[in-house]
Structure formats: structure tokens, C-alpha cells
């Protein structure tokens, strides 16, 4: 039976150490502020939004949300023309220490915008090219994508080596494939970045020691990819044919044959907003 990596305490160990740091910035009149930039209402941008809400409130965050209407009838160039505008702002104003936008899919300008626009040192989760290029070349400048470096923080967590390890990562987005793929290389491991396209795409990851599964295909990492002894970390949410909410891997199979594997909720994606907030506490501490 697999030993599940739940999210929970890791967000709740990063979380601590975050409420200290964050109280000895105050003491030295610095208080960390994150602002929010959300395009429309969608229902999982919402609910991520509570989360990071929630968490910054535990450790001492300031939050500052600035929205703008979405959907088919709303004027985007003119949504766009007040991004750029507040993320002006948002550059020249000493006291906001991080930026998080949501990126919703149908809205490519609207990323776009954010990449031309945003202060790398305020860029607390990898939007501009400016924070990739960090990433890619291991400089330290900037911050990684959230989820991605959750990722690596879970492992961490329940005490997964990674150097010398094969890691195949299913899934090449600039959001999570590629850049935990990078992470995980600067900690010596060996990586296999993988897609859909991939031929003997089982035989890779029956081969590799950890499979980070970020595909978004719901179940698509079944019994056929695994083997006794590795560990797996679900990065896809999900809807089953239930409508029940699930990663990009078949959990009953991964129970069973695996080592370790994170379950879906309650996973990486709890240990995200606490990245996240950590980012906005070391972007305080960096000024």
C-alpha cells in the first residue's frame, strides 16, 4: 500500500516559518503585500484566490485585489490598457512587494501584458520571460512557477532524494513541465521531460524512479507507467466522468503498486499558496 504524500502538513510547516519571517519584517516597519490582478469570475480562479487569501492571512500578508470584468462582451483592449496601467503602478510602488495574475486560457494578450509589463523582482510566479530565464539558467534571479516549485517542496517534505534519481516529467508546459524539469535538474537529478507524443511513454516512467504527472488528462497515468519502489507526484486537477474532482493519475492503481504518490485534492496544490506566500516574504526580505 502506497504511502500518500498529503499537501497539508507541508503547506503547514512552510506556513510557520513564513509567520516568523514575516514578524521580523514588521519589526523592522516592512509589511509584505501581495497584489491580485484576476480577469473575470471563473469558479477555479475564485477558489484558488480564497486559498491564497486564507494562507497569506495566517502568516501576515497584505493583500490587494484589482479586478477586471471577463467574458465574451467585455471590451479586452480596454482591459488590457488598465493592466498594463496598474501593473505600472504596481512596479512603482515600493510597499507591494509581489504580483500574482490569474491567466485565464482565452486571454493570450492578457499574459502577454504581463510578461512585457511586470517587475521580475515582483514577479512571485514566473509570469515574465524575465523570471523563466531564471529558472532555466539556474541564476536565482526572479521566482519559479508556484506549482512547480511545490513540486520539489513536497519531496522535500517527506525526505525523497533526488540527486542521481530518474525523473520522468509527463507534460512540457511553461507553467509546470518545463520548469520543474529545470528544478530538478539544479538538484542533480536526471530527467526525462515527456509528453503525450512520446513513444514507449509507459516503458519511460516504468523505468524512472519519480514521476511528476502534469499532462491534464484525468487518470492518464495508470498501472501500465508504474513499478514497485517509485514515487509519484499528481500535478493535474481534473473532472472524472462523475464530475468528481481528480489528478492525471489513476490513484487506485498508483496505491497499489507504488512507493509514494500525492493524492488529488489535497497534494501539491495545498502546498501552492504557501509557495506562493513565501515568494512574497522573500521578495520583502530581497528589498
Known sequence: MAEILKGAPVATTITDNLKARADALKERGIIPKLKLLRVG?????????????????????????????????VDMNEVISRIKSHVREINGDNSVHGCMMFRPAEYRD???TASEY????????CMTTSS???????????????????????LDYYGVELEGKN????????????????????????????????????????NSDIIIAAIGRAGFIDASFMSPGQVIVDVGINLDAEGRLCGDVNFTD????VK??????????????AVLAKHVIEAAERK
Do not use: W
Not at 487569501?53 to 502568516?59: A, G, L, N, V
Not at 508546459?173 to 511513454?201: D, E, K, Y
Open 260 to 273: 509514494a504518490v500525492t493524492p488529488v485534492p489535497g497534494g501539491v496544490g495545498a502546498v501552492t499558496t
Open 254 to 257: 498508483a496505491e497499489r503498486i
Open 41 to 73: 469570475d471563473k469558479p477555479e480562479d475564485l477558489s484558488y484566490e480564497k486559498s491564497i487569501m486564507k494562507r497569506c492571512e495566517k502568516i501576515g500578508i497584505i493583500i490587494d485585489r484589482i479586478l477586471y470584468p471577463g467574458g465574451h462582451n
Open 167 to 206: 525523473v520522468a516529467v509527463v507534460g512540457r508546459s511553461l507553467v509546470i513541465g518545463r520548469p520543474v524539469s529545470m528544478l530538478l535538474m539544479n538538484r542533480n537529478a536526471t530527467v526525462t521531460m515527456c509528453h503525450s507524443r512520446t513513444r514507449n511513454l509507459p516503458e519511460i516512467c516504468r
Open 118 to 125: 511586470l517587475n521580475p523582482e515582483k514577479d512571485t510566479d
Open 110 to 112: 492578457y499574459e502577454q
Open 132 to 154: 523563466l530565464a531564471g529558472v532555466f539558467t539556474g541564476s536565482g534571479n526572479g521566482f519559479p512557477p508556484c506549482t512547480a516549485q511545490a513540486c520539489i517542496e513536497l
